[in-house]
Structures are given as structure tokens and as C-alpha cells.
């Protein structure tokens, strides 16, 4: 059974940092893409960055672009999204999840929605807030 325990949310003015962890179990890690995705209450989640299975590729949304990075730790079984230059704008619910059809720039183009996985394969969320 697939299962993630995510941690690193909180509350931080702009301008701050925080660094997003999401713990894996449940399937080889190792040899998963891995993606971050956020969601703002009442509007259609979004794609922030995801990283290939070995780490070598990493994408991320033009609106985070230079302020986050993505990282993974495949000893630990952990992906992490370190968040610099906190904006407003970044207010959301995140969520880490397994990219079963890989790590690409389609996972934020156009056609994101078919790049999701099933329910079973994303976190619980953990909150972040930025506050002006």
C-alpha cells in the first residue's frame, strides 16, 4: 500500500523560506518520478516541480522558477521542495505524488490532467501560507 508522510508546511511572511519533505512506502521509491503539486481551495490543483527517478531531470512551473527546487534522497525514500522568496501567491495545500507516466515538461502543459495519478498515489498535504 502506497503511503507518504508529508511535513515542512507552515505559516511565513514573503520574502521567507520552508522546505517541503514527503517520506515514501509502499513501492520502489528508487525508480519513481516524483512530483509536487498544489492546490488552492475552490481552484483546480496545479503542477509546481517534479524530479526523475535518478535525479538527472527536473521541471518546474514557470511561476517558481529560480525561487524553488526540488530534490530527492532515495536512501531515505524521501522527495523534498525547498521553497526560497516566499510569495503570496504560493498560499495553497501541497501535495507530493508518484508521476506514473514520468517527470516531463507535459507534466505542465496543456495537457496536465492526464499526467496525474490516481487518488492512491498523492500525500495527505501539508499547508503553507504566506502572509504579506
Known amino acids: 500500500q502506497v503511503h507518504f508522510v508529508e511535513s515542512g508546511g507552515g505559516s511565513v511572511q514573503a520574502g521567507g523560506s520552508l522546505r517541503l519533505s514527503c517520506t515514501a512506502s509502499?513501492?520502489?521509491?528508487?525508480?519513481?518520478?516524483m512530483g509536487w503539486f498544489r492546490q488552492v481551495l475552490g481552484k483546480e490543483r496545479e503542477p509546481v516541480s517534479c524530479m526523475s527517478w535518478d535525479g538527472h531531470s527536473t521541471f518546474h512551473a514557470d511561476s517558481v522558477k529560480g525561487r524553488f527546487t526540488v530534490s530527492r534522497d532515495n536512501a531515505k525514500n524521501t522527495v523534498y521542495l525547498q521553497m526560497n522568496n516566499l510569495i503570496v501567491e504560493d498560499t495553497a495545500m501541497y501535495y507530493c505524488?508518484?508521476?506514473?507516466?514520468?517527470?516531463?515538461?507535459?507534466?505542465?502543459?496543456?495537457?496536465?490532467?492526464?499526467?496525474?495519478?490516481?487518488?492512491?498515489?498523492w500525500g495527505q498535504g501539508t499547508q503553507v501560507t504566506v502572509s504579506s
Open positions: 505524488a508518484v508521476l506514473l507516466k514520468g517527470c516531463s515538461p507535459r507534466v505542465f502543459g496543456p495537457i496536465a490532467k492526464a499526467y496525474e495519478p490516481p487518488s492512491d498515489f
Open positions: 509502499g513501492f520502489t521509491f528508487e525508480d519513481t518520478d
